[in-house]
DNA sequence: TTGTACGCGTTATCAT
DNA sequence: ATGATAACGCGTACAA
């Protein structure tokens, strides 16, 4: 292995040249600069990072919280976290909280410096541990947040993005339009279901209880076959359903087969998250898209500065998310 | 921070003694050690890895190299991998080969010692790079395998799954068993290619070239769907498929019911991998079964061995693969 | 059996 | 502008 006092001795100069040709290159004359640099090249030497993270005190690592790497709306975020976090030249610690109490692996990660900082990509709405963390810790949220706490945060506008799926079949000339949502507290459940309210508010449809189901906490695929039973084997039965989650509206469009509904004819249904399902069997859903890599991106390069000791410009980041109309919405036919 | 000095102090010894009661703790006399380890609880003192890498000249890190950790599977044999890593103190650094050269990522990693071994999860069954990075670096392949290097690797009887799973629609009284294979050069390929066409002739059934197609190398969904169009809008077409993933089968099964074909009376299919969508919509799949979390979980375990200079009691370790019929296939009946 | 003292490769403080 | 040199926290010869 080639070290600094290697370069040092082939530049002719001390290994503190070196050191400052490596890092605040300010304060050494560009001739001397000229040279170390030469020698660098020549014995291609590239620094310890053990040493420098032992003298510097940090690790160069960081925590990502997610609940399962194996739902492919995470492991997509985690790409984006993961591509741009070896650019930035830190190794990623991933752990699951469905094993494990998020609190507790991030105390520990704090308490034995493991890592830099962290991104959590899970946690309720009205959580208020967090806190006591993000005080003397760089901590991002990265898609959910918790309300109560001024944590830094990276997520898309769900309110909106919740608003505008409603309305979109709203101007497909249903009215009858119903949602399944999950059970969870998570801020983005709230915030779609909100969305969805108001779009029909503002629409001058009236919100009806029934056209109104849930999925469990983690949008499991038999509990939303479930909701979506319960709501398309009603007499009356919605002709549109909006779906917080891709996974969801799959298992609605699997259902409606299953009681003969047609889709998107009869029902229209419109999906969140635009993963990699959404095109795996027909009808393909519509759904709105939410920039998986770029949040991830977003998420770590936020902290990055968080740790770099740089104060955030924005601390709620909120990213443009998008929508795109594929076969399973229609307009309503009258003769219907 | 409490370092080793605290303990020391604490404990009325050195810090030799400390470090020995940590490490190899044979040469410390029992009421010595007590003592210490009495301290170390009390001041819950742990030792700082950067500190204890940099005198190991180690990193505790380890590299995994897949081609996407969207893909479900990919992201199954990870979580097993990073749960065993976390036990055994590994943080893990994951690069992504659909996006850079494999080769040039280990050579870097090797070089600057940046991590103490690496698991591969993808190369092609023919290449010969890898032995000269094996044989001086802890390399361990999981799931595939180079036939031309004697680098460790774990993986499921390919040859066997494609025999069985082959042997099951027979069984089914199947005679038309077609194969969905794929254009890549992988020895898993290769060898349930094997397996199918061994099963077929232990039948006493004469291979068809028509009932072969393949998807493109990376199981698009697309090709796939290409590939199942190719052989059941065939006049005379299987009435049993084959496919060597289970995105191929979902495809498959999407086609049928695009041509009006009946799945699993008129063609039963079975997958393989057994990822989260084989149940996302009916028919439910069967599928041959990869132990996904163990094959990540003995990767790592093989890896830590070869890295602590620990020969290997077995450098090929395949691991049992099971079978689930679901709803994708069924007896074929007599009068169809 | 235990302690002293040095070195791992780097950065940072102090001289010069 | 540059060079010695002291840390960072730990492990381990070597000495006792």
Not at 30 to 37: G, I, N, S
Not at 162 to 184: D, H, Q
């Amino acid at each position: 292995m080639v070290t600094i006092a290697d370069v040092a001795k082939a530049a002719g100069v001390s290994v503190a040249t070196v050191s400052r040709v490596m890092n605040h290159s300010s304060l050494v004359a560009e001739p001397t600069a000229k040279v170390v640099r030469e020698a660098i090249e020549r014995l291609s030497y590239v620094p310890n990072q053990q040493a420098r993270n032992l003298r510097r005190n940090e690790s160069k690592t960081v925590l990502v919280l997610l609940p399962n790497i194996t739902n492919p709306y995470y492991a997509n975020v985690f790409d984006g976290i993961n591509e741009r976090a070896q650019a930035l030249g830190y190794t990623l610690f991933l752990c699951s909280t469905e094993r494990q109490d998020p609190e507790a692996l991030l105390k520990e990660t704090i308490e034995y410096k493991r890592a830099d900082g962290a991104i959590l990509m899970h946690i309720d709405r009205d959580e208020r541990w967090l806190q006591k963390y993000s005080d003397r810790f760089p901590i991002v949220q990265c898609c959910e947040y918790a309300a109560p706490c001024d944590t830094a945060h990276v997520s898309v506008d769900n309110y909106r993005a919740g608003y505008e799926a409603t309305s979109y079949l709203v101007g497909l000339g249903r009215r009858k339009v119903g949602i399944i949502s999950s059970a969870n507290r998570m801020m983005s459940t709230l915030q779609r279901m909100r969305g969805y309210q108001d779009a029909l508010s503002d629409a001058g449809i009236s919100l009806e209880d029934r056209y109104i189901a849930c999925s469990d906490e983690s949008y499991s695929y038999m509990s939303s076959l479930q909701a979506a039973r319960e709501l398309l084997s009603q007499p009356d039965r919605p002709d549109a359903l909006f779906c917080i989650s891709d996974a969801i509206a799959l298992a609605a469009v699997v259902v409606a087969g299953e009681l003969g509904i047609s889709v998107p004819e009869e029902v229209s249904v419109v999906g969140f998250d635009d993963v990699i399902y959404t095109q795996m069997i027909h009808p393909y859903l519509s759904t709105m898209i939410q920039p998986c890599l770029a949040l991830g991106e977003r998420a770590i390069d936020m902290l990055d500065q968080l740790i770099a000791g740089h104060p955030l410009e924005n601390r709620n980041v909120v990213l443009p998310h998008g929508f795109i109309a594929r076969e399973s919405t229609c307009p309503l036919r009258e003769d219907a």
